[in-house]
């Protein structure tokens, strides 16, 4: 048979099998890690096909493996250390990356046919390689992350989120697939994460209705599920009119990580206890210290961002001026690491009227800047006008304020910028400012790529020392993807000004020319030495 037309066929027939198994080895990998697995599947558009197995729904959709793969997964206790969370993210890679291998052996010393073994190698190490490049990316309507994104995530700040109205705006669409497949047990745990959302942004009557559909939603429902309710409702609840009474709420938890020995659990219950005690008004600083110096903040560091974020609010509160600027400045050491605008939010809105009040009018411009970024950060973050316009009058007390100050500082030309980028063409902003962020990235390796080569190959052509082959083909191809870049840039300049959709997607082609040869080189220089194995 020609080789062509069974290689045409196995690529064909490899990439929905490679997709799928992709997704069993996060099902498999997640379960050794202590995850709940409740579906896997390929697609996002209507299910035709939805087989229980093991209780896993295992899915297929029309819209097939085009749309790639999910795995739906969550693990049923609070605040999950690093390596549970790494496991299952590599499981997908680490299958493919093996199916790679067995098909490479396969093909070399069992003779396999060449054909349909090099092309389910090529599919699954292609597979392996665009998992770990750090991207967003999207499954039909549902905005997600590369498994490379959501493993750079974990190392650097201990857990994996998205921002706030990421979560809120793909829970219709996400609500309608999971009812469609039936797994009732992920989109619980999805309604909960959306209501922790809402409340971070200040939204408690949605972020309310949110527990209260999750909440009345036919078993089974999760254990750990109405732990996390709990938590939540104590948050909402000072937030709500009239307010309620968070301490029953706390107690419902606290009773669940009691029995279930979390001491996780019980240090954040602890840590709503003192940032209640804020809300009130009432001096928690002592408490907070002491939460400090506990495992739980010290091994997440997400968590030990939002406990400086408290302590910043307490030293606001108790007035004293030397402890916020000492907390300011821990926080904003932490930030620069792990930005998070809902935190941003809360921080400087208590800040800046802080500064404001105590005369330090340098301060407080900054602090004032800072919450304005803050909120226009979170603005353009929704696709949804009307969501984007909900969002922007839920700050609507907040935003005066700081008109006000800027005006009277001289500044409202910071307000009328504000004001112009979070209007009708917030959709281009927003675009314009991810495509400058990942220019940026793709500068920073590009000229990482620029030094790399030339230590490399400058043995060779200075003082004629050998270097291993292995070692200059990486050189070559740091030297090939960084000339293809210059390439791009030189056509984005020309073409980029007459078609501007063109000019917004430039950051991220550049951005894979610059990863790919650090992806592509150590799968050619093992291919190579594999190919020569005797």
Request: aromatic share 8%.
């Amino acid at each position: 048979m020609d080789p062509m037309l069974v290689g045409t066929f196995s690529v064909f027939i490899a990439f929905p099998v490679s997709v799928l198994l992709h997704e069993v080895g996060h099902a498999v990998f997640g379960r050794l890690a202590g995850y709940t697995v409740t579906s896997l599947g390929i697609g996002f558009g209507r299910p035709w096909l939805v087989i229980p197995l093991r209780g896993v729904r295992v899915y297929l959709t029309t819209t097939g493996p085009v749309q790639g793969g999910l795995t739906f997964a969550f693990l049923p206790r609070l605040l999950p250390a690093r390596l549970p969370q790494m496991t299952y993210i590599a499981g997908g890679m680490l299958v493919n990356a093996a199916l790679a291998g067995l098909f490479l052996a396969w093909w070399k010393f069992l003779n396999g046919n060449a054909a349909f073994c090099l092309a389910f190698a090529a599919v699954n190490g292609g597979l392996t390689l665009l998992s770990l490049v750090p991207l967003p990316v999207y499954v039909g309507s549902l905005p997600i992350r590369t498994d490379g994104a959501h493993m750079l995530e974990v190392l650097t700040t201990g857990t994996q989120s998205y921002p706030a109205p990421m979560t809120i705006q793909g829970l219709p669409a996400l609500r309608r697939f999971l009812l469609a497949v039936g797994d009732t047990r992920f989109l619980r745990a999805y309604l909960v994460s959306a209501a922790s959302d809402c409340a971070a942004l200040g939204d408690a009557e949605r972020a309310w209705s949110l527990l209260d559909e999750e909440e009345g939603m036919p078993e089974p429902r999760p254990p750990h599920i109405p732990a996390v309710a709990s938590l939540l409702r104590a948050q909402i609840a000072p937030m709500l009119t009239p307010p309620f009474d968070a301490e029953p709420f706390l107690e419902q938890a606290a009773t669940y990580y009691r029995a279930t020995g979390q001491v996780k659990g019980l240090d954040y219950i602890e840590f709503l206890r003192a940032d209640l005690r804020i809300s009130r008004v009432e001096a928690a600083g002592t408490a907070l210290d002491e939460l400090a110096g506990r495992a739980t903040f010290k091994d997440h560091p997400a968590l030990g961002t939002a406990l400086l974020a408290e302590r910043l609010k307490a030293a606001c509160l108790a007035s004293d001026g030397p402890a916020v600027t000492r907390w300011l400045r821990a926080f904003e050491s932490d930030r620069r690491r792990r930005p998070l605008p809902t935190l941003d939010l809360a921080v400087y809105g208590t800040v800046a009227p802080f500064y404001a009040r105590q005369g330090d009018l340098d301060a407080a411009d900054a602090a004032y800047l800072r919450l304005l970024g803050a909120i226009r950060e979170l603005a353009l973050a929704w696709q949804n006008p009307e969501e984007r316009a909900r969002f922007l009058q839920m700050q609507a007390t907040t935003l005066d304020a700081t008109r006000d100050y800027l005006e009277s500082r001289g500044r409202g030309d910071e307000f009328a910028r504000f004001l112009s980028s979070t209007g009708e063409n917030a959709t281009v902003v927003m675009a314009e400012e991810r495509d400058r962020k990942l220019r940026r990235s793709a500068r920073r390796g590009m000229l990482t790529n620029i030094a790399v080569a030339a230590c490399l190959f400058a043995p060779m052509l200075v003082v004629g020392v050998s270097v291993p082959r292995v070692l200059l083909a990486l050189g070559a191809l740091l030297a090939a993807f960084t000339a293809a870049g210059f390439v791009y840039l030189l056509i984005d300049q020309t073409l980029g000004r007459l078609i501007p959709p063109l000019k917004r997607a430039g950051g991220a082609v550049l951005l894979i020319l610059a990863a790919s040869p650090w992806l592509i080189g150590p799968a050619v220089s093992a291919t190579t030495l594999f190919m020569s194995w005797p």
